[in-house]
């Protein structure tokens, strides 16, 4: 332990805390930009680059970054004189001065930490203007680089490149026409790029923002000719409530159906339905893998890797081109979702497909562009129609000034709105793989699972791994969150020594819960923990909580699927994977698009 | 090339190299060497002036004395060729006349080395560049 | 083994280099062999004798006769008469400007009579691309020394001594570093060189690298000795070729000789040296920048600490010392701690190596010894203002440095006295600015080349920079507002204050030093709309002399915007407010009735510049 003094308090920490950490721990809040932490997870950004941080630390010549300068005994640190005051306001002056003043109109507005700053350290001219930066505007299905916002706080080039180990986004150019931008300053969707969306749910600013697709969602519910069905995956449920002032961790499921149908959808479905149908599809594929395994066929492949996020399969088919035969084929819930939609569904409705909208809420960035794949439509025409996030819903719920807090709890509509249990914790890290066992379990054992709860799979270590007994059969399953921890295990999966039958893997870090189209969490990973124990909590509170014992699921396997694996159901419910290579970016730059089809 | 396998070797290579390049950096101080100055003009060169400076160079480095031997331009004594003039650290120059081999030996034992002076001597009415 | 009786050294440095100083060697080689004398006269191509004012240079050994602008088309002269005959070719022999006497010994010139060379020992006196010729000057006997005699922290107390301190521009104590690398236990450290010189105008770290390799080589191994390095690396900007082709060639023969590998002079101790090109990125050389660039990162700068000597390359311990500080380490060594700290000043010792440029006479690479006065640079060695102009004021320490005027002009030359008059010792660049040259302008310079050369990791430096060129830009153009010289001195004080990096941190400096020394110019541009030096365009007026014009009307015809008035036979006036500066009138006028001025009555040439803005704006 160490004594410094700051602002002329004494204070004693451990040896290798931070300046600013001290303070904290002093009471005093020093005002950072740049920094950025996600705790617990190992998530860390702080290059010293916006210097707001600074601090006049006693004997120095210069003022030092609290935000990287390690505290040491006998320091006496102050935050708060003339010099730190004005040398922190100008600096911010600058930052500004390169920044467009369009806040009435930006993405960001109300939630951007300049703008919080400007308000705090009442910036009220600009005496450093001058020339701004400009850049070309790089508009993907996914998401929108506005760089002209961009103040170089290298978060979105830290998640990218640290945590996802995508490395789509790096600092490109020098001096003041610096940014984060992918190479050769390419667009988003001919790079690397997962559309996972964490640089969007980490950038302080609106240069990095979701493609906003309320618009599309409206002109539906607009057309008298068409017949709207939403549905709104596990994870919105969890974080909805926050954009609306709720505590973190309040589950709104019931007002989320209300404000749907008060918003004008025709059929307010559930995700969690298809999410058990991805269990019964992808359980029934690891079962028939593993036993034939267990029978010596050579040709299996194992481990079973998950494929519900897209930003995941993007990775692969970026990443692994040569290991498409892994992952399981079951396609996402929210592809299940509209497959079934505009086939059975349709069909009982007698609507054609071109007359059904399918909208999806989603937590997710990658969303968005996984709905708009060539291989998700029929004669152009897509399963889904357009996704929006958990921000997007909440800005069009109080755009159509609904008063959500005090909303009565709905229910959603039948046939695709019921799901158990098992569904609703498929929004957290290691939950597909729980409700997967669930299932797997009493198919393989012919057994009943007494206790349903996997605690040895839940949690939010980056990776994980755990041992099932199905009755003398140890399984042996892996989970990763974060595609750099993803890549970890695959890696081991090329090299052939991976030890597991099964893995899990989730794009954003703690799951969907965490996901590039959630309400801002600026970096408290408290918010992640109560959005994982609120989808917990609700899958207690459900009656069914295995996927296999969803009645309508039950119903749709009788009237319509046949059973697991069907013919139809391999139609309908699986798809497959296609290698994606710089050289094939490039061709759909030009507009060829042969590979996808 | 040889390998240099020890701070020995190094020094011996040092040496090999200085008695081919040695001329070269003593030319930077001559005021603290002896200097010698061979005229090889036409005249000198046929009386034998070549082979002169090359036993003065020789000898000297054998004698281990650190000297400048430089050529210089005909002295105007072309009577006396081959002409040598000698400058020992602190004195004034010295104008040898005939000088061959034998004479130059000579001079490198008595003058260089004991600072006697010798027959020969011619008076100096000129200034060499 | 036949003796060299004659040796023609001819300067290859880069600047005579320009001066075909190659194809002069060539010739020289090849009369030589034409007459054949090739086994009595060397002909070799050295490193920079630094008199580049005068190249190509041409050093005649052991005559001690120093040729000065010397042509290809001189060689022939010079064999004949000098080589063979044993006369000076004196039209080619240094002249001093006073007596115009010749001067065939380069010590007795001004030029050199107080330089010191001992980083600089060797440029000019050896041929860089034969090892041999370096060993003859005692090249790797430190090392030798240092290997058999001392351990390596006698060794690394003995550079303490010294009094060393770093040569690339912030003055770090050598010794220290090395103590504190040595300190930081690993299974791996790296020695690294940098290489990566980028103040305009400043060359020395080329020089020695084109010169005098194997210093720096030999130096490295023995750094490498002392912090328990087995690794050096050179980061060498890829606009060096010449420095690159020659250290390479240094690697291979020290290879050879196995003064470089494994076991070296029969000891332990093995290291070796490997190149790493940099983009020519000035940040590059702040040695965290330079460590991610050899990463193979971008080049920008770390918050220090941890100190490359904690974690630098790959993550290991790392000494990094620029080329100048290497060059020194050899002869410290072989010539004792006591030898070096007795030149220079109290905590400045030893020499530093200038790049002595702008508006004075001899324009040339100089190492003098620290404490030195500005005084004596720019009138002995420097020989004085060209032209015979006046003495304005001298940058050092390139863009991180500032400017100093007449009264610094008996200030000692070391590390504290520059910082203390508000420039830095920096690398050495210095450049001497005379009457003609806009301080203003200087400034805006020195920001110009920043702007261009910040990394943009941090905001301060990225944008408030920017800003900065952009208000001295204003300011030159003779739109400067009245609190734009706050602004500037606001600005640069928290760029200081607040900016990453050496680079940021020193950045305001041209502007700050101005600002200090020279304030009344800047007060000139902005409230007067006057350069008084006549730089800059924006604050000219071309002016029609009442006395002069006849009433031709020959302007006013060519004039393109029709800013001229005036009858024939009557005299014509120029409308400020019209006038694009384009200089046709002064061109047509027969009768040098037009002239640019920049002392036309302050409140018209103001109201001209408003309007001019307002229109532009």
């Given at each position: 332990?160490?004594?410094?003094?700051?602002?002329?308090?004494?204070?004693?920490?451990?040896?290798?805390?931070?300046?600013?950490?001290?303070?904290?721990?002093?009471?005093?809040?020093?005002?950072?930009?740049?920094?950025?932490?996600?705790?617990?997870?190992?998530?860390e950004?702080?290059?010293?680059?916006?210097?707001?941080?600074?601090?006049?630390?006693?004997?120095?010549?210069?003022?030092?970054?609290?935000?990287?300068?390690?505290?040491?005994?006998?320091?006496?640190?102050?935050?708060?004189?003339?010099?730190?005051?004005?040398?922190?306001?100008?600096?911010?002056?600058?930052?500004?001065?390169?920044h467009?003043?369009?806040?009435?109109?930006?993405?960001?507005?109300?939630?951007?930490?300049?703008?919080?700053?400007?308000?705090?350290?009442?910036?009220?001219?600009?005496?450093?203007?001058?020339?701004?930066?400009?850049?070309?505007?790089?508009?993907?299905?996914?998401?929108?680089?506005?760089?002209?916002?961009?103040?170089?706080?290298?978060?979105?080039?830290m998640?990218?490149?640290?945590?996802?180990?995508?490395?789509?986004?790096?600092?490109?150019?020098?001096?003041?026409?610096?940014?984060?931008?992918?190479?050769?300053?390419?667009?988003?969707?001919?790079?690397?790029?997962?559309?996972?969306?964490?640089?969007?749910?980490?950038?302080?600013?609106?240069?990095?923002?979701?493609?906003?697709?309320?618009?599309?969602?409206?002109?539906?519910?607009?057309?008298?000719?068409?017949?709207?069905?939403?549905?709104?995956?596990?994870?919105?449920?969890?974080?909805?409530?926050?954009?609306?002032?709720?505590?973190?961790?309040?589950?709104?499921?019931?007002?989320?159906?209300?404000?749907?149908?008060?918003?004008?959808?025709?059929?307010?479905?559930?995700t969690?339905?298809?999410?058990?149908?991805?269990?019964?599809?992808?359980?029934?594929?690891?079962?028939?893998?593993?036993?034939?395994?267990l029978?010596?066929?050579?040709?299996?492949?194992?481990?079973?890797?998950?494929?519900?996020?897209?930003?995941?399969?993007?990775?692969?088919?970026?990443?692994?081109?040569?290991?498409?035969?892994?992952?399981?084929?079951?396609?996402?819930?929210?592809?299940?979702?509209?497959?079934?939609?505009?086939?059975?569904?349709?069909?009982?409705?007698?609507?054609?497909?071109?007359?059904?909208?399918?909208?999806?809420?989603?937590?997710?960035?990658?969303?968005?562009?996984?709905?708009?794949?060539?291989?998700?439509?029929?004669?152009?025409?897509?399963?889904?129609?357009?996704?929006?996030?958990?921000?997007?819903?909440?800005?069009?719920?109080?755009?159509?000034?609904?008063?959500?807090?005090?909303?009565?709890?709905?229910?959603?509509?039948?046939?695709?709105?019921?799901?158990?249990?098992?569904?609703v914790?498929?929004?957290n890290?290691?939950?597909?793989?729980?409700?997967?066992?669930?299932?797997?379990?009493?198919?393989?054992?012919?057994?009943?699972?007494?206790?349903?709860?996997?605690?040895?799979?839940?949690?939010?270590?980056?990776i994980?791994?755990?041992?099932?007994?199905?009755?003398?059969?140890?399984?042996?399953?892996?989970?990763?969150?974060?595609?750099?921890?993803?890549?970890r295990?695959?890696?081991?999966?090329?090299?052939?020594?991976?030890?597991?039958?099964?893995?899990?893997?989730?794009?954003?870090p703690?799951?969907?819960?965490?996901?590039?189209?959630?309400?801002?969490?600026?970096?408290?990973?408290?918010?992640?923990?109560?959005?994982?124990?609120?989808?917990?909590?609700?899958?207690?509170?459900?009656?069914?909580?295995?996927?296999?014992?969803?009645?309508?699921?039950?119903?749709?396997?009788?009237?319509?699927?046949?059973?697991?694996?069907?013919?139809?159901?391999?139609?309908?419910?699986?798809t497959?994977?296609?290698?994606?290579?710089?050289?094939?970016?490039?061709?759909?730059?030009?507009?060829?698009?042969?590979?996808?089809? | 090339?040889?390998?240099?396998?020890?701070?020995?070797?190094?020094?011996?290579?040092?040496?090999?190299?200085?008695?081919?390049?040695?001329?070269?950096?003593?030319?930077?101080?001559?005021?603290?060497?002896?200097?010698?100055?061979?005229?090889?003009?036409?005249?000198?060169?046929?009386?034998?002036?070549?082979?002169?400076?090359?036993?003065?160079?020789?000898?000297?480095?054998?004698?281990?004395?650190?000297?400048?031997?430089?050529?210089?331009?005909?002295?105007?004594?072309?009577?006396?060729?081959?002409?040598?003039?000698?400058?020992?650290?602190?004195?004034?120059?010295?104008?040898?006349?005939?000088?061959?081999?034998?004479?130059?030996?000579?001079?490198?034992?008595?003058?260089?080395?004991?600072?006697?002076?010798?027959?020969?001597?011619?008076?100096?009415?000129y200034?060499?560049? | 083994?036949?003796?060299?009786?004659?040796h023609?050294?001819?300067?290859?440095?880069?600047?005579?280099h320009?001066?075909?100083?190659?194809?002069?060697?060539?010739?020289?080689?090849?009369q030589?062999?034409?007459?054949?004398?090739?086994r009595?006269?060397?002909?070799?191509?050295?490193?920079?004798?630094?008199?580049?004012?005068?190249?190509?240079?041409?050093?005649?050994?052991?005559?001690?006769?120093?040729?000065?602008?010397?042509?290809?088309?001189?060689?022939?002269?010079?064999?004949?008469?000098?080589?063979?005959?044993?006369?000076?070719?004196?039209?080619?022999?240094?002249?001093?400007?006073?007596?115009?006497?010749?001067?065939?010994?380069?010590k007795?010139?001004?030029?050199?009579?107080?330089?010191?060379?001992?980083?600089?020992?060797?440029?000019?006196?050896?041929?860089?691309?034969?090892?041999?010729?370096?060993?003859?000057?005692?090249?790797?006997?430190?090392?030798?020394?240092?290997?058999?005699?001392?351990?390596?922290?006698?060794?690394?107390?003995?550079?303490?001594?010294?009094?060393?301190?770093?040569r690339?521009?912030?003055?770090?104590?050598?010794?220290?570093?090395w103590?504190?690398?040595?300190?930081?236990?690993?299974?791996?450290?790296?020695?690294?060189?940098?290489?990566?010189?980028?103040?305009?105008?400043?060359f020395?770290?080329?020089?020695?690298?084109?010169?005098?390799?194997?210093?720096?080589?030999?130096?490295?191994?023995?750094?490498?000795?002392?912090?328990?390095?087995?690794?050096?690396?050179?980061?060498?900007?890829?606009?060096?070729?010449?420095?690159?082709?020659?250290?390479?060639?240094?690697?291979?023969?020290?290879?050879?000789?196995?003064?470089?590998?494994?076991?070296?002079?029969g000891?332990?101790?093995?290291?070796?040296?490997?190149?790493?090109?940099?983009?020519?990125?000035?940040?590059?050389?702040e040695?965290?920048?330079?460590?991610?660039?050899?990463?193979?990162?971008?080049?920008?700068?770390?918050?220090?600490?941890?100190?490359p000597?904690?974690?630098?390359?790959?993550?290991?311990?790392?000494?990094?010392?620029?080329?100048?500080?290497?060059?020194?380490?050899?002869?410290?060594?072989?010539?004792?701690?006591?030898?070096?700290?007795?030149?220079?000043?109290?905590?400045?010792?030893?020499?530093?190596?200038?790049?002595?440029?702008?508006?004075?006479?001899?324009?040339?690479?100089?190492?003098?010894?620290?404490?030195?006065?500005?005084r004596?640079?720019?009138?002995?060695?420097?020989?004085?203002?060209?032209?015979?102009?006046?003495f304005?004021?001298?940058?050092?320490?390139?863009?991180?440095?500032?400017?100093?005027?007449?009264?610094?002009?008996?200030?000692?030359?070391?590390?504290?006295?520059?910082?203390?008059?508000?420039?830095?010792?920096?690398?050495?660049?210095?450049?001497?600015?005379?009457?003609?040259?806009?301080?203003?302008?200087?400034?805006?310079?020195?920001?110009?080349?920043?702007?261009?050369?910040s990394?943009?990791?941090?905001?301060?430096?990225?944008?408030?920079?920017?800003?900065?060129?952009?208000?001295?830009?204003?300011?030159?153009?003779?739109?400067?507002?009245?609190?734009?010289?706050?602004?500037l001195?606001?600005?640069?004080?928290?760029?200081?204050?607040?900016?990453?990096?050496?680079?940021?941190?020193?950045?305001?400096?041209?502007?700050?030093?101005t600002?200090?020394?020279?304030?009344?110019?800047?007060?000139?541009?902005?409230?007067?709309?006057?350069?008084?030096?006549?730089?800059?365009?924006?604050?000219?007026?071309?002016v029609?002399?009442?006395?002069?014009?006849?009433?031709?009307?020959?302007?006013?015809?060519?004039?393109?915007?029709?800013?001229?008035?005036?009858?024939?036979?009557?005299?014509?006036?120029?409308?400020?407010?019209?006038?694009?500066?384009?200089?046709?009138?002064?061109?047509?006028?027969?009768?040098?009735?037009?002239?640019?001025?920049?002392?036309?009555?302050?409140?018209?040439?103001?109201?001209?510049?408003?309007?001019?803005?307002?229109?532009?704006?």
């Amino acid at each position: 332990m160490i004594e410094l003094t700051i602002d002329k308090k004494k204070v004693r920490v451990e040896a290798g805390t931070t300046i600013l950490k001290a303070a904290r721990k002093a009471g005093v809040e020093i005002p950072s930009l740049c920094r950025f932490e996600l705790c617990g997870m190992g998530i860390e950004n702080r290059p010293g680059g916006c210097r707001v941080c600074v601090v006049e630390v006693e004997g120095r010549r210069n003022l030092a970054p609290s935000c990287i300068t390690e505290a040491q005994e006998g320091m006496v640190v102050h935050t708060r004189s003339i010099r730190v005051l004005n040398a922190r306001k100008t600096v911010l002056e600058l930052i500004i001065s390169d920044h467009p003043s369009d806040c009435l109109v930006c993405a960001k507005s109300g939630r951007c930490e300049l703008q919080n700053l400007a308000i705090q350290f009442g910036v009220r001219n600009k005496p450093c203007e001058g020339e701004q930066s400009h850049y070309r505007k790089d508009t993907s299905p996914s998401l929108i680089r506005d760089v002209d916002k961009c103040i170089m706080c290298r978060r979105c080039e830290m998640m990218c490149n640290d945590v996802q180990t995508v490395g789509a986004l790096s600092a490109v150019n020098r001096g003041f026409m610096s940014v984060v931008a992918p190479a050769f300053e390419m667009n988003l969707e001919d790079s690397p790029c997962t559309f996972c969306g964490q640089c969007v749910s980490v950038c302080p600013t609106g240069a990095l923002t979701e493609a906003d697709h309320t618009g599309d969602v409206i002109r539906a519910l607009s057309d008298p000719s068409k017949t709207v069905a939403v549905q709104t995956a596990p994870a919105v449920r969890a974080a909805l409530g926050e954009e609306f002032g709720l505590p973190p961790g309040t589950s709104v499921t019931g007002k989320m159906a209300s404000a749907l149908r008060e918003l004008g959808f025709d059929y307010v479905f559930d995700t969690d339905f298809s999410a058990d149908l991805t269990i019964m599809e992808e359980g029934t594929e690891l079962l028939q893998r593993i036993r034939k395994h267990l029978d010596g066929d050579p040709d299996v492949r194992l481990p079973i890797l998950t494929s519900c996020c897209p930003g995941w399969v993007n990775f692969f088919e970026h990443n692994y081109p040569d290991m498409l035969d892994v992952p399981s084929t079951a396609k996402s819930p929210q592809q299940m979702f509209g497959a079934i939609a505009k086939t059975c569904f349709a069909e009982k409705k007698g609507l054609n497909r071109n007359d059904l909208v399918v909208v999806s809420v989603m937590p997710c960035l990658a969303k968005k562009y996984e709905c708009r794949r060539e291989e998700f439509k029929v004669d152009g025409n897509p399963d889904v129609d357009c996704s929006i996030s958990t921000r997007e819903l909440a800005a069009f719920i109080k755009q159509a000034n609904i008063d959500f807090t005090n909303l009565p709890d709905g229910v959603f509509d039948d046939p695709m709105g019921e799901s158990s249990g098992a569904s609703v914790i498929f929004g957290n890290t290691g939950g597909v793989i729980e409700a997967a066992c669930r299932t797997a379990y009493e198919l393989y054992t012919g057994k009943t699972l007494e206790r349903v709860e996997f605690h040895a799979l839940r949690g939010m270590e980056g990776i994980r791994s755990a041992t099932i007994d199905f009755d003398g059969l140890p399984l042996h399953i892996g989970i990763a969150h974060g595609l750099g921890n993803a890549r970890r295990l695959l890696d081991e999966v090329r090299a052939g020594k991976s030890q597991y039958h099964a893995i899990e893997i989730m794009a954003c870090p703690g799951g969907c819960i965490g996901g590039g189209g959630q309400p801002y969490h600026h970096g408290n990973s408290e918010i992640l923990n109560r959005r994982a124990a609120a989808l917990y909590a609700e899958d207690e509170r459900k009656a069914i909580r295995k996927s296999h014992e969803n009645p309508s699921i039950i119903k749709l396997y009788r009237e319509f699927l046949d059973k697991p694996g069907s013919h139809r159901a391999h139609t309908l419910l699986h798809t497959k994977y296609f290698p994606k290579s710089s050289s094939m970016s490039m061709s759909r730059r030009n507009g060829v698009n042969s590979e996808q089809k | 090339m040889n390998g240099i396998k020890t701070l020995a070797d190094l020094k011996r290579k040092q040496e090999e190299v200085m008695s081919r390049m040695g001329q070269r950096n003593r030319g930077e101080n001559p005021e603290s060497l002896v200097q010698v100055k061979v005229a090889m003009a036409t005249c000198g060169i046929a009386s034998g002036a070549k082979e002169v400076m090359e036993y003065f160079m020789d000898e000297l480095d054998r004698k281990e004395i650190d000297a400048v031997v430089t050529q210089t331009g005909c002295m105007g004594y072309c009577f006396a060729e081959p002409t040598v003039e000698i400058t020992l650290p602190g004195r004034e120059a010295i104008v040898f006349g005939y000088v061959d081999i034998r004479k130059a030996g000579e001079i490198i034992e008595r003058y260089i080395g004991e600072g006697e002076l010798l027959d020969g001597i011619i008076p100096q009415n000129y200034n060499t560049i | 083994m036949s003796k060299y009786k004659m040796h023609l050294l001819v300067c290859g440095g880069t600047g005579c280099h320009s001066s075909e100083s190659y194809r002069l060697y060539e010739t020289l080689r090849d009369q030589v062999e034409k007459r054949g004398l090739e086994r009595d006269v060397q002909v070799i191509l050295t490193g920079c004798f630094g008199f580049c004012e005068k190249g190509a240079i041409l050093k005649v050994m052991p005559d001690n006769t120093f040729y000065t602008q010397v042509k290809p088309s001189d060689a022939e002269e010079i064999l004949d008469e000098h080589i063979i005959k044993g006369r000076r070719v004196h039209r080619l022999l240094y002249t001093n400007p006073e007596t115009e006497e010749h001067v065939p010994d380069s010590k007795q010139m001004d030029f050199y009579r107080k330089q010191l060379r001992i980083a600089l020992r060797n440029c000019g006196a050896v041929d860089p691309e034969n090892i041999d010729e370096s060993i003859a000057r005692d090249a790797y006997q430190a090392l030798g020394k240092a290997l058999t005699e001392y351990t390596p922290a006698e060794t690394v107390d003995l550079i303490k001594r010294s009094g060393l301190r770093g040569r690339g521009g912030a003055g770090f104590p050598t010794g220290l570093k090395w103590e504190i690398a040595a300190r930081n236990g690993a299974d791996q450290k790296y020695v690294v060189c940098n290489a990566d010189e980028g103040d305009p105008g400043a060359f020395m770290d080329r020089s020695i690298l084109e010169g005098d390799p194997h210093s720096v080589l030999e130096a490295m191994a023995i750094c490498g000795y002392c912090t328990g390095a087995s690794k050096g690396l050179v980061y060498i900007r890829a606009e060096y070729p010449l420095a690159i082709k020659r250290l390479k060639i240094a690697i291979g023969q020290a290879r050879e000789y196995g003064l470089l590998g494994e076991h070296i002079l029969g000891t332990d101790f093995s290291f070796d040296v490997t190149l790493r090109y940099g983009a020519g990125a000035f940040v590059c050389g702040e040695e965290t920048a330079l460590i991610h660039s050899m990463e193979g990162k971008r080049g920008e700068p770390s918050n220090k600490p941890p100190f490359p000597a904690q974690s630098g390359y790959l993550g290991k311990p790392s000494n990094v010392n620029n080329v100048e500080t290497f060059a020194n380490i050899p002869v410290i060594i072989l010539k004792g701690a006591e030898w070096f700290s007795a030149i220079g000043t109290g905590r400045s010792k030893g020499t530093k190596v200038f790049a002595l440029a702008g508006k004075i006479n001899n324009v040339g690479l100089i190492e003098v010894p620290m404490g030195i006065t500005l005084r004596e640079i720019i009138y002995e060695i420097g020989g004085g203002i060209k032209n015979g102009k006046k003495f304005k004021a001298v940058q050092t320490g390139g863009p991180s440095g500032g400017c100093l005027t007449e009264k610094h002009l008996d200030t000692p030359i070391d590390y504290e006295s520059l910082t203390a008059a508000g420039s830095m010792m920096g690398s050495g660049g210095m450049i001497v600015l005379d009457e003609d040259d806009c301080m203003v302008s200087v400034a805006k310079f020195y920001l110009g080349f920043i702007v261009e050369e910040s990394c943009g990791k941090c905001a301060p430096c990225r944008i408030g920079n920017k800003r900065l060129h952009e208000a001295l830009t204003r300011i030159t153009e003779g739109k400067g507002e009245a609190d734009d010289i706050d602004r500037l001195r606001n600005l640069g004080t928290v760029i200081k204050d607040t900016s990453l990096c050496g680079l940021g941190q020193t950045s305001p400096n041209p502007v700050l030093s101005t600002l200090d020394n020279f304030m009344d110019e800047y007060r000139e541009h902005v409230h007067d709309r006057k350069c008084r030096s006549g730089q800059c365009r924006g604050l000219l007026f071309y002016v029609i002399s009442k006395d002069d014009c006849i009433g031709c009307m020959a302007c006013r015809r060519v004039c393109p915007t029709h800013a001229i008035s005036g009858e024939k036979k009557g005299v014509h006036v120029i409308d400020q407010h019209i006038c694009i500066k384009c200089g046709a009138c002064m061109e047509k006028c027969q009768f040098d009735a037009i002239s640019l001025r920049n002392d036309y009555p302050r409140a018209t040439a103001a109201a001209a510049v408003q309007e001019e803005s307002s229109t532009h704006s």
